[in-house]
């Protein structure tokens, strides 16, 4: 019975998790489409890789996106 009630109460945790996440995204998204701006992911690999390994690196700048 018990093992019962913890798979259930791990399924509803992950299924939280999950909402919540899809609720981020979604904001994030809905931001970008307003403002038409985002960063590439190049640009933001290349300053996260930059980061991890400790040079100093300029943040990017979100630009408008080619239609």
Do not use: C
Not at 17 to 29: Q, V
Not at 52 to 67: D, E, F, H, T
Request: no cysteine; proline share 1%; charged share 40%.
């Amino acid at each position: 019975h018990s093992f019962i009630l913890e798979a259930i109460a791990e399924k509803t945790d992950e299924q939280e998790l999950r909402s919540d996440f899809h609720d981020i995204a979604d904001k994030r998204y809905y931001r970008i489409a307003a403002s038409g701006k985002t960063i590439t992911w190049r640009e933001m690999r290349t300053y996260l890789e930059n980061r991890v390994v400790g040079k100093k690196a300029r943040r990017p700048v979100a630009k408008k996106l080619a239609r």
